[in-house]
């Protein structure tokens, strides 16, 4: 079974740019989640997406960041204008349903310059 | 956001020693998660729990998901250079199915 396929594996940026990332869940995952990892930190949930809807995003900064899941499979999360604090790595998870363990993606490493 | 509690914060062992962390929390979990992360990579599942009281191995690892629902353990016997690695707890809170990490313990064989 294929993982959780992430990309790019890493992007360097200036702040205030946009930047994107992509992610293809395990196949016939209905749950897909974003997480921000600091360096030092553990993952903190952005969003959680149930199929193609919004099951959680309250700790998501709105005001910059966007995701979607238009299809409920692949999904992309967005960063718009970018900020200096905004640099870790972005770790997409999915799982079966929404009470089943969470398999993660290699991640992206976001550095705002 | 909330995050679980983790000691020890990172362990200097040598290889053979036996292992013990464990993860706190303020909040009840109805299921407990242990992952291993590896620098450059994304967590990796190691053992899920999902009744209190209950106990799992995974090979030499041992978790334990505590009878109050608040806490939880992860033992490592016989450690080997690859069980080198950050290791996180995840708890999913009753009626609510976000996983939420603990801090991490870090750790490190000595040659």
């Known amino acids: 079974e294929a993982g959780v396929a992430q990309s790019p594996r890493y992007k360097i940026i200036e702040k205030r740019q946009s930047v994107a990332f992509w992610c293809n869940p395990i196949?016939?995952?209905?749950?897909l989640y974003w997480y921000q990892q600091i360096l030092g930190q553990g993952p903190k949930l952005l969003i959680q997406f149930q199929n193609n809807g919004v099951v959680d995003d309250s700790q998501l900064p709105k005001d910059r960041f966007s995701a979607e899941r238009l299809k409920g499979v692949d999904s992309t999360l967005k960063i718009q204008p970018a900020k200096l604090e905004d640099s870790a790595v972005y770790l997409c998870?999915?799982?079966?349903?929404?009470?089943?363990?969470?398999?993660f993606g290699q991640g992206t490493r976001l550095t705002v310059v | 956001g909330q995050q679980l509690n983790q000691s020890p914060q990172s362990m200097f062992i040598q290889e053979g020693e036996d292992v013990s962390m464990n993860c706190t929390s303020s909040s009840i979990f109805n299921t407990w998660l242990w992952y291993k992360q590896d620098p450059g990579e994304g967590p990796v599942l190691l053992i899920a729990l999902y009744k209190a009281g209950e106990l799992t191995s995974n090979g030499r690892l041992t978790a334990q998901f505590g009878i109050t629902r608040k806490d939880s353990f992860l033992n490592i016997s016989a450690s080997i250079p690859s069980d080198v690695g950050i290791y996180f707890c995840a708890g999913q809170l009753i009626g609510n199915e976000k996983l939420t990490f603990g801090t991490g313990t870090r750790l490190t064989i000595i040659p």
């Open positions: 196949s016939g995952h209905a749950t």
């Open positions: 998870a999915s799982s079966r349903d929404r009470r089943t363990e969470a398999f």
